[in-house]
């Protein structure tokens, strides 16, 4: 079949000659991909940043598909059903799923005690392959396969796989209180949601701080949010101090992650050098424009070595850090209404539309962020007959 196929740091090429995914359990399903999407972690292991990632592995974290097979033991999916796939993989009987911490999964990632399984995401992450595919196998079929409603927009549903149920959860955890002043750190497809979804918890006022015009301008009017390009800004953190009464803003979300830019000595150490988790740029922004007793909430992935924040001004703050992968699908009952009654329009950040023959153009595009680049939908050959 085709798929996409890593072959190393920058190189990533679509393969025509890669085998057809197997049932290896009885609990699994096939699908055939509908559409998949290059995702902003996605670009963490196409610059060669994330442990394990191995030559030879099909990315692709984001995806939905019709189920063409079923293991036997499966119960609640059929062949010709068409499904939302979280990008989590989780077993659904472990402790950490039983508190719907679907992505700390306990069971689905044996090499691991931090992350649990991730479709596509190196053997850090289990080592399953993802759905930048025409077919991909999803383990414990029963758990995180979710039906897509006749009525949903397959370009809805792709997104709900995991950048909408990320920003929401980004908002759920910096705790929002009615009136609150929201900083967002990145103005990618995650950062566009968690400011949008800011406003459904009670914001009084969403800042989004990223260094792309294009991305800024987009979310400003999505999100009906105040934008600052920081590269325009001597000191950010002065900045947000100085707009938010000298305080600090209530709630900060980092939505950028390892590969922040802004601080020549992060982008040195975390990106050059690799001898921290990432680049801690956008944390350490979050940290210092927080006000004293805030919230900082972060989704943008680090990786698994230590790296340097500022642990002393979060106690002598007294900032409360919240943090995690996305539990997928404890956010999906709530976020398919959201979408039915219009509240959130997920489409609308796709700007490319790329056959997976193309993959390698469209990393390529994700990763410079060339032609306005906000969200690549990659569609295989036979979901666009
Ligand atoms: N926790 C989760 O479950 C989860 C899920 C999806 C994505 N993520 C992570 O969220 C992050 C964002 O994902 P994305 O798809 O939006 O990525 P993206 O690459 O499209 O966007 C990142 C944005 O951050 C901006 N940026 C860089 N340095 C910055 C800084 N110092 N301050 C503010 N903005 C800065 C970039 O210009 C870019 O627009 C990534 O780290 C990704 O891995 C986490
Ligand atoms: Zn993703
Ligand atoms: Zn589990």
Excluded at 166 to 172: K, M, P, V
Excluded at 274 to 284: D, I, P, V
Excluded at 306 to 318: D, E, Q
Excluded at 347 to 367: D, F, Q, W
Aim: charged fraction near 20%; charge should be negative.
């Amino acid at each position: 079949m085709l798929a996409m196929n890593y072959r190393g740091p920058f190189k990533v090429r679509a393969d025509h000659n890669r085998p057809y995914p197997e049932i290896e359990h009885p609990e699994d399903v096939i699908v055939r991909v509908l559409r998949s999407c290059i995702c902003g972690s996605d670009l963490h292991l196409y610059h060669g940043l994330v442990p394990d990632t191995r030559v030879g592995t099909t990315f692709g974290h984001e995806f939905i598909g019709e189920v063409v097979e079923t293991g036997s033991s499966v119960e609640t999916l059929n062949v010709g059903d068409r499904v939302i796939v979280p990008f989590n993989i989780a077993c659904g009987r472990c402790a950490f799923c039983k508190q719907k911490l679907y992505g700390n999964c306990h069971e689905a990632n044996a090499q691991a005690t931090a992350v649990g399984g991730v479709f596509g995401y190196s053997h850090t992450a289990g080592g399953y392959n993802g759905g930048q595919a025409e077919y991909a196998r999803v383990p414990y079929a029963d758990v995180g396969p979710t039906k897509i409603p006749d009525w949903m927009d397959l370009d809805d549903a792709v997104l709900l796989t995991d950048v909408v149920p990320t920003g929401y959860q980004a908002a759920e955890m910096g705790g929002i209180m009615p009136g609150d002043t929201v900083v967002v750190f990145g103005a990618g497809p995650v950062g566009i949601m968690a400011a949008k979804c800011s406003w459904l918890f009670g914001a009084g006022r969403v800042i989004v701080i990223d260094q792309l015009d294009f991305r800024l301008e987009f979310v400003k009017k999505y999100a009906q949010c105040d934008v600052y390009n920081f590269k325009e800004l001597e000191d950010p953190v002065v900045f947000i101090k100085k707009i938010t009464d000298s305080l600090g803003a209530d709630v900060c979300i980092d939505a950028v992650g390892c590969e922040a830019a802004g601080d020549t000595m992060n982008t040195l150490l975390g990106r050059k050098l690799l001898l921290q988790g990432g680049s801690t740029t956008a944390l350490h922004w979050a940290i210092n424009s927080v006000k004293k007793g805030g919230i900082v909430s972060i989704v943008g992935v680090y990786g698994p070595t230590n790296a340097l924040v500022p642990i002393g001004n979060v106690v002598n703050k007294g900032i409360t850090i919240r943090a995690n992968q996305c539990s997928v699908k404890r956010h999906l009952p709530r976020l398919i209404e959201h979408v039915k009654n219009g509240i959130i329009n997920p489409k609308e950040i796709i700007t490319h539309r790329i056959p997976l023959e193309e993959v390698a153009e469209g990393y390529h595009l994700m990763s410079t962020k060339l032609d306005n680049c906000i969200k690549p939908v990659l569609i295989p050959p036979s979901a666009r007959s």
